[in-house]
């Protein structure tokens, strides 16, 4: 397998993954100049990818559906709540299909959908599995469910949002309904939360951790760093950054 972050943050947020000759990517948040860089970058095109799995609606996760589609009839999956929120009619007009808890198979893919606690309609992250690999990818959540925890606990890749430090958050310059949105249970996940998520997946399978969603204002690259790595006590579990304007990482197993 071979995942690879396009981008995450809070301005664009876009993952491919690949199997084989087998492609889907979850979300499509980056405008559609800049999703196709970052698949030519990557030696892919957008008629190559096998579907599509959408997170949420929000503009960070979707800003570049519309284009892409318009590109190539590419399959769309997500909840019921997410197809709606969209736009009026969105699932009729395209070539979408909600996920009703049933698991869905994408080539070697299997793809589950765990609900999450977040300030959207019907918001979830994803559980992918193959043979060999199993991933789970969950950003934009302000807390982790007993599942989502178990999910994270049997994977070998982890995608878990870092999003922000408590200190900077409550010390920073957002106004302070802002500040207390971001920290809610239906927000984003701090550095501390993300760790302790972490902490007991650490004699686990897991392999690689993916720090996603970063802030640029209340969080340091070195801080989300740093707290992983100390919850997770093990060198042999790499830990990687992302970025929003930055291609990576791109790992391979």
Known sequence: MRLSVLASGSKANSILLREGDTRILVDAGLGIRAMLLALQQIGERPDLIDAIFLTHEHSDHTRGLGRLLNKAPIPVYATHGTLDAISPGFARKQKAFPMNGEAVDIGPFTVSAIGVSHDAAEPAAFHIQTESDVVTIATDLGEVSRELSQAFRDSTIAVIESNHDEELLRTGPYPEVLKVRIASSTGHLSNHQTAQVLHRCRNRNLKHVV???????????????????????????????????????????
């Open 211 to 253: 720090l996603a969603h970063l802030s640029e204002e209340n969080n340091h690259p070195q801080l989300a760093r740093s707290s992983a790595c100390e919850a997770l006590d093990n060198p042999e579990i790499a830990v990687h950054l992302t970025a929003q304007k930055t291609l990576g990482p791109i790992l391979s197993l």
